[in-house]
């Protein structure tokens, strides 16, 4: 492999737009040291509340933090405008750009608060509507991808399945980042996998891979999709279906993230198993945004496919080792790939 710290050095010339599902995460803090008389529940006493972007927010969050430039097209609802308000104060405090951003009428920005006493997670609360965005907003969001994605490097696609990534508007999408000849990846939902054809790399989770393959099996009327087994317990299963997956949507690579297994890249004709490099596992949530943000900066930079794996690979080992949605920075991935080399 070339020198990846040269790669990570590029960063700083990359444009990046992201495009889906937008969530603020609020956290609430404190410790409980009794029950509640009114129910049987224990009683949290607050003492501190953080709001962190989330979705689609924290992947920009983190081409910004590894010190890329990033732009979200995305959207917000007008019902609790004061959450959309935080969201967009916290992104232009992140020097995200926002431009892209349009507010639907009728639909609540998604909100995740969670409450946390000591080190434990005691609740969480959801604020949010699934309903897919009007044909409008659509229509809008395409004229701007189409309009300013000659300015960027890549284009990722996050999809929480919170209505924003509809089948048209993803098939679109990609279709425009092709005949510009651009960087197109996607962190996926599984009942969307047919959408995908022709991306440039797609970064499933097992479970999703497995569900995936029970989606497609059912999509293929022409019967070529030949997956028999869905549940991917050995390298043997992940490798027949990580082909299949491939084969059949035409993609450029596949990259299955298999937590503290660590993950399995697929090209055309070869895959590999790339081992985790985490040295703690505090909390996994964010790390699929961690991972899509790193491998999509590094193959802007010029990096192969399995070197821009590599760098993700170390990005999402520092992230798991962090409470809550997390990003990592430059110095922490350079710290952590120096070590893996002692």
């Known amino acids: ?55 689609a927010a924290n992947v920009a969050n983190n081409i910004v933090s590894l010190g890329g430039k ?89 999809d929480y399945g919170k209505g924003l990534l509809g089948r048209g508007l993803t098939e679109a999408i990609i279709k425009e980042a092709n005949n510009q000849k651009k960087i197109v990846t ?33 999509k293929d009327a022409s019967n070529k999709f030949r997956i028999y087994k869905e549940e991917l317990t050995t390298d043997k299963d992940i490798s027949r279906a990580g082909e299949a997956i491939l084969g059949h949507l035409q993609l450029e690579s596949l990259l299955i993230t298999m937590g503290e297994h660590g993950m399995w890249l697929f090209e055309k004709g070869r895959n590999r198993h790339i081992p985790t490099v985490a040295q703690e596992v505090f909390d996994v949530s964010g790390a699929g945004d961690t991972v899509i943000a790193a491998l999509t900066m590094a193959l802007s930079c010029g990096a192969s496919k399995l070197e821009a794996a590599h760098i993700a690979n170390f990005a999402a080992g520092i992230v798991v080792g962090k409470l809550g949605t997390a990003v990592t920075t430059q110095k922490e991935l350079l710290g952590r790939i120096n070590i893996s080399r002692e």
């Not at 409450?115 to 897919?132: F, K, M, P, T, Y």
């Not at 797609?202 to 995936?212: G, V, Y």
Request: glycine share 6%.
């Open 1 to 55: 492999m070339k020198d990846i710290k040269k790669i990570i050095a590029k960063f700083k010339d990359v444009r990046i737009m992201v495009v889906g599902d937008l969530i603020l995460d609020q956290y609430i803090r404190g410790e409980v040291d009794r029950v509640s008389p009114e129910a049987p529940v224990p009683i949290v006493w607050a003492r501190e509340r953080r709001y962190v972007p989330g979705g």
């Open 186 to 218: 996607v962190d996926p939902k599984e009942d969307n996998f047919d959408c995908y054809f022709k991306a440039t790399c797609i970064t499933p989770n097992r479970r999703e891979a497995q569900n995936a393959v029970r989606f497609l099996k059912m």
């Open 70 to 158: 990033a732009s979200l097209c995305a959207v917000t609802g007008d019902k609790n405008t004061l959450v959309a308000e935080l969201l967009l104060r916290e992104l232009k405090a992140g020097k995200i750009d926002t431009a892209g951003i349009i507010s639907e009428r009728g639909r609540e920005t998604t909100l995740k608060t969670r409450v946390i006493a000591g080190h434990q997670q005691v609740v969480r609360v959801d604020w949010e509507h699934v309903h897919n965005i009007s044909k409008e907003t659509q229509n809008k969001l395409r004229a701007y991808i189409t309009k300013n994605l000659k300015y960027f490097d890549a284009v990722i696609i996050e």
